[in-house]
T-cell receptor, first 115, second 117 residues
Framework: EAQVTQNPRYLITVTGKKLTVTCSQN?????MSWYRQDPGLGLRQIYY???????DKGDVPEGYKVSRKEKRNFPLILESPSPNQTSLYFC??????????????FGPGTRLTVL | AQSVTQPDIHITVSEGASLELRCNYS??????LFWYVQSPGQGLQLLLK??????LVQGIKGFEAEFKRSQSSFNLRKPSVHWSDAAEYFC???????????????FGKGTKLSVKP
């Protein structure tokens, strides 16, 4: 089954404790992206990647890092989480072929709480 | 700048009544448009998409949407709402890499749908 998976699905942590949210896709997609969803703000892009070793900032990158060492994986790293990073996070992927790059497939989401 | 506006934050309809959720976009090129639904505590599910061709597109769960270029709109409709349709609905435009964009989806802020029995 074609899918995007994220782990963990739920995480409660404390300020300053480094964490990683994993994202993996099995569709051989070149493009991967991270979004955060906050009430009243919709979804906003954090980082994206066009392919292995190619990453760039989205609209709200402060406090986050990413890496793309393999095509299927795109982890989101919070080196020193703060309470304002409490949010619902979505990973997404898409093919870069033709217009397909506009259709993104989303993971189930990771609900992060930073105390 | 690209943007998506969903003017209604919250809508309540009676079960069996018709539904229309509004979406307006601002985008300088050919828009690729999407509607997603998010049930409480769930992820995003794609309802339907518009890339080109027929401006009336059919989606899952009996939903449809009509693209009107002259009005920059992509409103979502359903003729008869079911209680299970209660959820939050997001309209989005795919900006691709036009004008240096970063290939992301620009989302509206969502419309929460409540269904009265």
């Amino acid at each position: 089954e074609a899918q995007v998976t994220q782990n963990p699905r739920y995480l409660i942590t404390v300020t300053g404790k480094k964490l990683t949210v994993t994202c993996s896709q099995n569709m051989n997609h070149e493009y991967m992206s991270w979004y955060r969803q906050d009430p009243g703000l919709g979804l906003r892009q954090i980082y994206y990647s066009m392919n292995v070793e190619v990453t760039d900032k989205g609209d709200v990158p402060e406090g986050y890092k990413v890496s793309r060492k393999e095509k299927r994986n795109f982890p989101l790293i919070l080196e020193s989480p703060s309470p304002n990073q409490t949010s619902l996070y979505f990973c997404a992927s898409s093919s870069l072929a033709g217009v397909s790059h506009n259709e993104q497939f989303f993971g189930p989401g990771t609900r992060l709480t930073v105390l | 700048a690209q943007s998506v506006t969903q003017p209604d934050i919250h809508i309540t309809v009676s079960e069996g009544a018709s539904l229309e959720l509004r979406c307006n976009y601002s985008y300088g090129a050919t828009p690729y448009l999407f509607w997603y639904v998010q049930s409480p505590g769930q992820g995003l599910q794609l309802l339907l998409k518009y890339f080109s061709g027929d401006t009336l597109v059919q989606g899952i769960k009996g939903f449809e949407a009509e693209f009107k270029r002259s009005q920059s709109s992509f409103n979502l409709r359903k003729p008869s709402v079911h209680w299970s349709d209660a959820a939050e609905y997001f309209c989005a435009v795919g900006v691709g890499f036009y004008g240096g964009s970063q290939g992301n989806l620009i989302f509206g802020k969502g419309t929460k749908l409540s269904v009265k029995p």
